[in-house]
């Protein structure tokens, strides 16, 4: 069975620093892997994705994240926080065939602080 | 663009009443999922459907059930309602493995019971 690790529910993060959400999985098959975004009232958009290509995964926003199989991570950077970049943050992985139920983290609530 | 639709964006029922979330999407998509959204414990698998009238139960099943009479929509229902069933609730389809695995979610329905 898959699952995934998010720490720190409440990432608090300056405006123009950088963004850094850690996301650890388990899984006994390479896995896919995803970073969905949800804006207040709103429901789950994908940030970006990773499914077995290219090891460093651009989305959209400006994100990006490093697939590393030596470390069971996917964590999610973006260079510069902006204000807009306020929203909870998912980390999702699901096994490469079967019918895509993914399992997810508990998420990242990020505050932009100005 | 895919969209998936959900009948309420709010909705506000009594103890014991028997409700209905309705979510449609228009992709064609084979898979098709129910979460509960509730803070600090992520999205959670209440039931999932990968073909008409088959479903399968997720991760927290219990006092829901759901419905797939067409392949373009899906049902949850509450029984029974009770006030810990208070929650977000959001629809996702995916389009089964194909090279992205991914789902797509519509915007959620918060449900409160009284």
């Known amino acids: 069975a898959q699952s995934v690790t998010q720490l720190g529910s409440h990432v608090s993060v300056s405006e123009g620093a950088l963004v850094l959400l850690r996301c650890n999985y388990s899984?006994?098959?390479?896995?896919?892997l995803f970073w969905y975004v949800q804006y207040p009232n709103q429901g789950l958009q994908l940030l970006l994705k990773y499914t077995s290509a290219a090891t460093l995964v651009k989305g959209i926003n400006g994100f990006e994240a490093e697939f590393k199989k030596s470390e069971t991570s996917f964590h999610l950077t973006k260079p510069s926080a902006h204000m807009s970049d306020a929203a909870e943050y998912f980390c999702?992985?699901?096994?490469?065939?079967?019918?895509?139920?993914?399992?997810f983290g508990k998420g990242n609530q990020v505050v932009v602080i100005p | 663009d895919v969209k998936v639709t959900q009948s309420s964006r709010y909705l506000v029922k009594r103890t014991g009443e028997k409700v209905f979330l309705e979510c449609v999407q228009d992709?064609?998509?084979?898979?098709m999922f129910w979460y509960r959204q509730d803070p600090g414990l992520g999205l959670r698998l209440i039931y999932f459907?990968?073909?008409?009238?088959?479903?399968e139960k997720g991760d927290i099943p219990e006092g829901y059930s759901v419905s797939r009479e067409k392949k373009e929509r899906f049902s949850l229902i509450l029984e029974s309602a009770s006030t810990n069933q208070t929650s977000m609730y959001l629809c996702a389809s995916g389009a089964g493995t194909g090279p992205t695995g991914e789902q797509f979610f519509g915007p959620g329905t918060r449900l409160t019971v009284l």
């Open positions: 992709m064609d998509h084979e898979n």
């Open positions: 459907s990968y073909d008409v009238k088959m479903k």
């Open positions: 999702a992985v699901s096994p490469p065939y079967g019918n895509n139920r993914l399992a």
């Open positions: 899984s006994s098959v390479p896995p896919y």
